[in-house]
């Protein structure tokens, strides 16, 4: 069976320190951030990243090469790659989470926002049948927002990322599982894992990293 691994972290655990194992590239992107809760969040999926990969190959974190090149421009703003596994990182509100595993992951948490524009955002992205599948009352957020996390994990997996029609995706493409996952109260997330059968998930805090 494939296993992955889901890893959180938490923003109030990132120190400043944290940003001495940063390649040049990532440096570039940490400076750029101009709020401090973006910069907070790159910042610990990087570290969550590395030290994942360090501890894996009893490396330092800073040795730790990873690629971020966008297939589309070439930016370094594309999905993380190394060397020996497969990675996603995803990012929202207080969480950050990291997917590792030894098959395409995607992974996505949203913080579900109650003043979201649902209509607005389920046009673009959800089916007809999705649409009228959503729920009138207060849990319309919340159901949109699941519906966004999983078509997101989805693309995050296939490394199309938002090029893809989220109105198309209306489950996991063939060969792909999609696990919903428990997060914090007022969050949603959702692992996406290539994968034959469903994937057994290990859930675990950055803690014991940090
Ligand atoms: C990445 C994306 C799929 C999800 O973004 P989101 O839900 O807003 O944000 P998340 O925090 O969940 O995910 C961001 C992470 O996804 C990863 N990511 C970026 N592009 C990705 C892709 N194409 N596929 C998979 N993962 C991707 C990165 O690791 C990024 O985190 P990091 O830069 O801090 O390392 C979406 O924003 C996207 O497609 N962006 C690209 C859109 C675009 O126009 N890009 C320009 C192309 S030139
Ligand atoms: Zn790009």
Redesign the pocket.
């Known amino acids: 069976m494939t296993e992955v691994e889901v890893w959180w972290g938490r923003i109030e655990q990132v120190r400043d320190e944290f940003a001495d194992d940063l390649d040049p590239v990532e440096r570039g992107r940490y400076a750029a951030y101009v709020r401090a809760d973006d910069k907070a969040r790159?910042l610990l999926?990087c570290t969550i990243v590395r030290r994942l990969l360090a501890n894996r190959l009893s490396l330092p974190a800073a040795s730790i090469r990873l690629d971020?090149t966008?297939p589309?421009?070439g930016?370094p703003?594309?999905?993380?790659r190394a060397d020996g596994a497969e990675l996603?990182?995803?990012?929202?509100g207080d969480l950050v989470g990291v997917a590792i595993g030894d098959r395409p992951v995607?992974l996505?948490?949203e913080k579900v926002d109650p003043g979201l524009d649902v209509d607005g955002l389920a046009r673009i992205s959800l089916s007809e049948a999705e649409l009228a599948a959503l729920p009138r009352n207060g849990e319309r957020a919340r159901e949109f927002t699941t519906y966004w996390t999983r078509k997101?994990a989805v693309?995050?997996a296939t490394?199309?990322?938002?090029r893809a029609d989220l109105r198309t995706i209306t489950g996991p493409p063939a060969g792909f599982q999609l696990v919903e996952l428990e997060v914090d109260a007022g969050y949603v997330a959702t692992l996406a894992v290539m994968s034959p059968e469903p994937p057994g998930v290990r859930t675990r805090s950055a803690q014991v990293l940090i």
Not at 77 to 80: A, N
Not at 159 to 162: A, E, I, P, V
């Open positions: 790159f999926g971020r966008c589309e421009c930016k703003h594309g999905k993380v996603s990182v995803t990012h929202s995607g996505d948490v997101e693309v995050k490394g199309d990322g938002l």
